[in-house]
């Protein structure tokens, strides 16, 4: 009987602890590679993960609404998106803006995030910010219980998502605030 006990109780923290019922909470992304990203949030999509947009997700980080479905994100009253144009290194290493990169993003975003990004002046050197009732009009807000996860300590099954390593153009946060240079 013990031993049954302890083999239903495996099986239930199996089940639960699954990547697909996992949650992916962002809460401070400042961007980086944009193929990095679009290969991370693919793997996220494929895995069935829920994402949870619960702070700052600035610059390539913002492919989270391109490439993870709907019903699989939600945004906090703390979630910040950060959009400006792709830029890639010159030969001296200073940043230049870059067209192809910054028609790839406005190709993948939705449709109602483009138009929010139109209405605002396109892509652009200066990063333009979406968040509050703008980006609840847009996005599915996280039920109660996922924004209190971060205030009480009980992440549960909630990952943070790491940052990642490199690729070949980007959208980086090592911009920060900062205007694009060429």
């Known amino acids: 009987m013990r031993i049954s006990a302890v083999v239903l ?44 947009i619960d702070g700052p997700c600035l610059s390539a980080c913002t492919l989270v609404l391109a490439v993870v479905p709907r019903d699989h994100l939600c945004v906090t009253s703390r979630a910040r998106l950060g959009f400006h144009a792709a830029w890639r290194p010159a030969e001296s290493g200073r ?12 190709a993948m975003y939705p449709r109602e995030v483009r138009e929010w ?7 652009t050197r200066h990063v333009m910010y979406l968040a509050g009732s703008e980006l609840a009009s847009m996005y599915p807000t996280c039920h109660p219980r996922d924004q209190s996860i971060v205030a009480s300590g009980d992440a ?3 990952h943070a998502l790491a940052r990642p390593l490199a690729s070949n153009f980007a959208s980086s946060g090592r911009m920060g605030r900062r205007t694009l240079r060429p």
């Open 9 to 52: 109780g495996i099986a239930l923290v199996a089940a639960f602890a699954s990547p697909s019922s996992a949650t992916v909470r962002i809460t401070h992304d400042a961007g980086g590679m944009i193929g990095t990203y679009v290969e991370r949030f693919e793997s996220l999509r494929h895995s069935g993960q829920k994402v949870i």
């Open 95 to 106: 940043p230049i803006e870059s067209q192809g990169g910054t028609e790839l993003l406005m």
């Open 117 to 123: 990004i139109v209405q605002h002046g396109g892509l």
């Open 156 to 158: 549960g099954p909630t």
